[in-house]
């Protein structure tokens, strides 16, 4: 079976600091594994994929992911936080090579303070 | 074509009356999603599209849902006499390759 926990449901974070939005998989297959970004009353947005080739993935807007098979986990970073990046994150994990269903995790919101 | 519509934007309802969404893909997607987000959930998979044949159904979509992809081109997504746990953002994805869904933005649905 596959499955994401994403650990906070709420992270906040100063303007320039590190951003840290931790994601753990379960699968029984390798996974391939992604994460978005929602802004309120908005569609999810892509912002990186693993899809089994270079382990650290880098995404739009300075975000990047690294993949670690032994950690199952998939955590996502950025050096410096905006006050643009305060949305709602969620990390995704789908079977194999068959994308037609994603297992979504329940999201991390992201503050920024000034 | 810059992207998945989704109308209406919001809908509020009446327990036991029917909607229906409608989901505009990206021309050139031939797979269509639908999926359901609750209030701090993330998205849950509700069925799958390949052209015009529905390949995979979720158990959430119960014998009142019904999705409809004619043609292969735009979806819809009726929700018979809808309860209040019905409540809920539908989004609609769509995609050409295996990598990766593109959203709409979503129709939010009250059942009041």
């Known amino acids: 079976a596959q499955s994401v926990t994403q650990l906070g449901s709420h992270v906040s974070v100063s303007e320039g600091a590190l951003v840290l939005l931790r994601c753990n998989y379960s699968?029984?297959?390798?996974?391939?594994l992604f994460w978005y970004v929602q802004y309120p009353n908005q569609g999810l947005q892509l912002l990186l994929k693993?899809?089994?080739?270079?382990?650290l993935v880098k995404g739009i807007n300075g975000f990047e992911a690294e993949f670690k098979k032994s950690e199952t986990s998939f955590h996502l970073t950025k050096p410096s936080a905006h006050m643009s990046d305060a949305a709602e994150y969620f990390c995704?994990?789908?079977?194999?090579?068959?994308?037609?269903?994603?297992?979504f995790g329940s999201g991390t919101k992201l503050n920024v303070k000034p | 074509d810059t992207g998945v519509s989704q109308d209406p934007r919001h809908k509020i309802t009446k327990r036991g009356q029917n909607v229906t969404f409608r989901c505009d893909p990206i021309?050139?997607?031939?797979?269509l999603y639908w999926y359901r987000q609750t209030l701090g959930q993330g998205p849950e998979f509700l069925t799958y599209?390949?052209?015009?044949?529905?390949?995979?159904k979720s158990r959430l979509l119960s014998d009142r849902f019904s999705a409809e992809r004619p043609k292969g081109s735009f979806s819809t997504l009726e929700i018979q006499r809808t309860e209040q746990g019905d409540s809920a953002m539908y989004l609609c994805?769509?995609?050409?390759?295996?990598?990766?869904?593109?959203f709409g933005s979503g129709t939010r649905l009250t059942v009041v």
């Open positions: 995704a994990v789908t079977l194999g090579n068959n994308f037609n269903k994603f297992y």
């Open positions: 699968s029984s297959v390798p996974p391939y």
């Open positions: 994805a769509s995609s050409l390759t295996d990598y990766g869904y593109t």
């Open positions: 021309s050139e997607h031939n797979r």
């Open positions: 599209f390949q052209n015009e044949a529905q390949l995979e």
């Open positions: 693993y899809t089994s080739a270079a382990t």
